[in-house]
């Protein structure tokens, strides 16, 4: 296991997890990689660590490098355990380094870890002179968790972003231009539709923080390292955490006889007709963190469920969960379903909307199969209110 050079005296020391798939509910299709960095200078500095199942990679890279026990400080930008989880093993050995975080970092290290290690508490704007080099904090609360900060290194121009910029793709690439730039932003956005979506105010008084820093490098804690395509990808969030939606209607149901999934074809038509982008996505075929990167830039968002034992079909019933938890603002809803002789899911699939704070178009609901009239004036009537 090789470290990889990022400049002169700065390397990835982290790991590849290959194979994970599920990371708390969210489809990681390509696996992910937890990224930490070592700086070599009069003070050696450890920059976040690895999920702790992943220590021994970590420490193999570092002891390419250095004695691991030579360790001066440990900056943890971040609590969250795929990135403080190997804090335990890295402290049992560097015994004298001292960790640097915010105030809510030290008491989340602290509630997690029970351990009164040698916490040094940062103030955003902080700077910490290594040697020949300068690390400067700015704390960057809700990107992801209260005690987020990220650490940036002028010397070098690089910019240790933790979750920030982030994507999940494992691959022994590590820098933007090795591997197709269309998969990585693909990633990055799938990353902050289902990570960062809610916090697009903090995120935006973070790019705000950082607005004037001069950039060679940005480092994620999660896959790829940006260095041949930082104005894409700080276009791309300026554009994502203004909330700016496109022509787009997304499509989510599920069915159980096929009714509602005609129902979902004819709002698709009625969308294509009024020159919208469609996504139509069945919840038996189609993840619900893939779902929520459409949904990240769509307009309309149209939810339907028949009544299964007078309520949701479960499956919906998670993805509106999910939704409810990520809330997009200023989205409007469109519920809909087939039913049997009850339809208690249609209102439901509405409430779940309004709790979204989405505006709600009047729902659609058919009993049994619905024929081509029923059809034919669900299209009409839809087409007059898209707007
Ligand atoms: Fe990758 Fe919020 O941790």
Known sequence: MKPIKLKDNIYWVGAIDWNIRNFHGYLTQRGTTYNAFLIIDE?????????????DEMLERISEIIDPADIDYVISNHVEPDHSGSLPEILAIAKKAA??????????LKAHYKEDWNFQVTK?????????????????????????????????????????????????ERFDDQLPLGIIMEEAQKYYANIVLPFGTQVKKA????????????AP?????????????????????????????????????????????????????????????????????DIM???????????????????????????????????????????FGSYGWSGQSIGQVEQYLKECGFDTLEN???????????????????????V
């Not at 790019?207 to 940005?218: F, P, R, S």
């Not at 276009?235 to 509602?260: F, G, L, P, Q, R």
């Not at 659609?364 to 898209?386: A, F, S, V």
Request: aromatic content about 8%.
């Open 221 to 289: 804690s999660h896959g790829i390292i940006w260095r041949s395509n930082l104005p894409a990808i700080l276009s791309e969030y300026d554009k994502w955490c203004a909330n700016i939606t496109e022509d787009k209607a997304v499509i989510v149901y599920d069915t159980m006889w096929h009714s509602t999934e005609i129902i979902a074809e004819k709002i698709v038509s009625a969308f294509e007709n009024k020159g919208y982008k469609t996504r139509s996505m069945g919840l038996k075929d189609n993840h619900i963190s």
């Open 43 to 55: 003070k050696i500095t450890l920059i976040d660590t690895v999920k702790y199942h992943l220590v």
């Open 207 to 218: 790019l705000d923080a950082l607005a004037n820093l001069e950039l060679d490098i940005i």
């Open 124 to 172: 955003t704007g902080e700077v910490l002179n290594i040697g020949k080099r300068n690390l400067t904090f700015v704390h960057t609360p809700m990107v992801h968790w209260p005690d987020n900060m990220v650490t940036y290194l002028p010397e070098e121009k690089i910019l240790f972003s933790n979750d920030a910029f982030g994507q999940h793709i494992a691959s022994s």
């Open 99 to 108: 960790i640097l975080t915010t105030p809510n970092g030290e008491k989340g």
């Open 293 to 335: 990167t459409e949904v990240q830039t769509a307009k309309y968002i149209c939810v339907g469920s028949p009544t299964l034992n007078n309520n949701l079909m479960p499956n919906v019933a998670s993805f509106l969960t999910y939704l409810r938890g990520l809330a997009p603002k200023n989205r409007i809803g469109l519920a």
């Open 364 to 386: 659609i609901r058919i009993q049994y199969i619905p024929d081509e009239e029923q059809l034919e004036k669900i299209m009409d009537e839809l087409e007059n209110k898209i």
